[in-house]
Structure formats: C-alpha cells, structure tokens
C-alpha cells in the first residue's frame, strides 16, 4: 500500500529557469513496493551514479526510509561520499582500479566487492595495516562477461580466499554476480546464470567459506523472477520509478512511481512565418506561420542532442516536440499559431506517465536508447526540488 503521490511541482530556487524536482516519497514508497515483491529477501537499493540523477545521498537516505537494509554504489567516491554524509547503512561499493584506497573504505565500514587476486591482496594488506577484518562480497562472473571471476579465476580466487579467511584478514559476507539479459526473463541465458550462480556459491562452501548473503536479481529481476531473489534483491533503476522491462510493463504496471520531473520556463516566445529555419542547420522548418517558444536547456543540462525534431515536451495540455537542433544551453519548439501564452510559461520535459507528461520512456523509444540513460544524464547544473522527504 503506497502512501499518496506528493505534489509533483515545487517552488525552484528563484530565478532559475529548469530545475529537476524530486519526489523523495516516490523513492521510498517503490523501496516498499520491491520489498514487498520479494519476500524473504532483504532490499539493496543501488544508489550509483549520483542516485541514478536523482541526488546520491538523498536518494539514500528516501530508499533507507522505505525499508532497504543495504545500499550500493559502484564508484569508490560514492561510497565514502555517503559515509561522509552520515549514511551508516551497510554499503557495497565494486568498481575501482589499483591504487585505490581499500584502507579508507574499511575504516569507514564500507563493503568491498573483489573479483580478481591483486585486489584481494591489496584488501588484506589494508586489513592487516588496521590489525581488523575487511568485509568483502566476492564476484563470480557467470555469462555477463564484465566484472567478477569467470571460469578457471573463480577456482583460483577461492584458493586464495581460504588462507586470509582463515587469519581473519578478511570476512565474507556476499557472493553475487549480475545478469545479462535479466529483462529477458525468458531467454535461456537468465536460468543459464542462475544456475551457474549456484553452483559458484557451492564451490565456496566446498571450500569452507560461507557467507551471509547471496545476491543475483537487479530491478528487471526482482520484479519478473522470483526464482533470482536468493537472499537478498540488488533493485537500481526501479528504486526511482521506471520500468525496467517496457515491453512487460510501465511503472504503473508494477505499482511504481517516477520520482523525477524535469521543468523549464519559456525564455521567449516570438512569431515566425512559414519556411523560417530553427535551430543550428535547419534541420526544421515551419510549415506555416506560427509562434516558436525558447526553451534554456540543452545537451550540457541532459538533454539528448539526437533528440531533435523528436524529444517529446508537454506545454499546458498539449504534447509537442522538439522543434530543430538541441543546442549546448537551449532548444526550440514550435508552439502553433494560435499560442496565447508567453515567456515564463512552464515546459515539462519529463515527469509521470500517470500524469500524461512526457517520460523517461518516451524520451529513450524517441532516441532510441534505455530510460536509465535519460535519467543519469540530468547535469548537475539543473538544480533539485526536493520534495515529499528529508534530504
């Protein structure tokens, strides 16, 4: 049972022309929705990536709100941004290179993942340096061929696991890996990974290691394969609202809500004949006389530049497109002859499909990519409403 939608508009910081409001009650009511989808797993809400655009520590603390025990970064930084932020939920942070400083992660509580030799080395030797144990999820690549031990460096990252384990260097606390094709539910490769995550996690405790947690399923899968859920559910992109599997379903679908709502202010409004050219190359022309409206938001904002002549927008009641050329700082559209409005009238890129606004999901099928690109795109110099929560 989700608690009523906050208001989906906010005062932004005056003068401020687009803004990015974010709906904190969002977050943790769809941390709900996924907690109650996946019975007896606990919740890793992934928090990367500055919150998926929507703020990192935030974002953390709505998703904490709403029941996830866990939280996970991918970047190092982020991780010990949140520790610095005063976040003290068990953290999981995995992709860094050498050099880093594991000594800092461990001192701040932080849990690492490692999936190759050298970097259990350099986390033992850090461990040692603090004389306490290192807390670590170990990474079995099964099928994605990216991060973690794939075939015969699995075997040899458990027989170099079993000496630190045993001096206390280190603790095990996960083994987990990361789908492929998880918004394929169906496609062999799914039950392949599952499969092969078994039988990983069996090869660690042949050895005598045995951890607490056994984590697989990303947001598609906890949502469309409960048979992926083992102990605990790793959701990213469905914390925030957004389907991971359109073809399967829209948020509403699966009892989520957009958190993100992207505004902007008319800068001008201005008639133009027919056959005037907008935007860089005129890649546009009116077809009749009209009015054209200035929108100050461009590619360096998030706005996609391929997005000309197909960006979707939303202006009153009425959908439009992107008129021409996205440029660095603004873009245009072509508001009709009989516009009666003017300059400061407000423009929504994209916010919820409930709503009939434009969504991340119209704005990926327009371009042709995935909504979690669309989200993480908003630039940091688009301020943020936070509403509906503490910051």
Known sequence: ???????????????????????????????????????????????????????????????????ATWLAVAQFNEALDLRAAGVTTPLLTWLYAPGVDFGAA?????????????????????????GRAARIHVKVD????????????????????????AEGAVEVIGVWSHFARADAPQDPTVLGQRDRFVEAAEELERAGIRPQLRHLANSAATLTNPNAHFDLVRPGLAVYGLSPVPDLGSPQDFGLREAMRVTARLALVKEASTGQGVSYGHIYTTPEDTVLGLVPIGYADGIPRHAGNVGPVKVGDRRLTVAGRVCMDQFVLDLGAGYAGGAGDEVVILGRGVDDEPTAQDWATAIDTINYEIVTRMSDRLPRVFIGGDV
């Open 1 to 67: 049972m989700t608690t009523p939608a906050a208001p989906v508009s906010a005062a932004p910081p005056e003068g401020v022309s687009a803004w990015v409001t974010i709906d904190l009650a969002a977050i943790a009511d769809n941390v709900r929705e996924l907690d109650r989808r996946s019975p007896g797993a606990e919740v890793m809400a992934v928090v990367k990536a500055n919150g998926y655009g929507h703020g990192l520590v935030p974002s953390a603390r709505a998703a904490v709100a709403g029941g």
């Open 142 to 165: 099964t099928g994605l061929g990216r991060n973690g031990a794939l075939g015969q460096g699995w075997t040899d990252l458990i027989a170099a696991l079993g000496p630190v384990v």
């Open 106 to 130: 461990i001192d701040a509580d932080i849990d690492i993942s490692v999936s190759a030799p050298w970097a259990l080395d350099a986390v033992v030797a850090a461990a040692r340096a603090r």
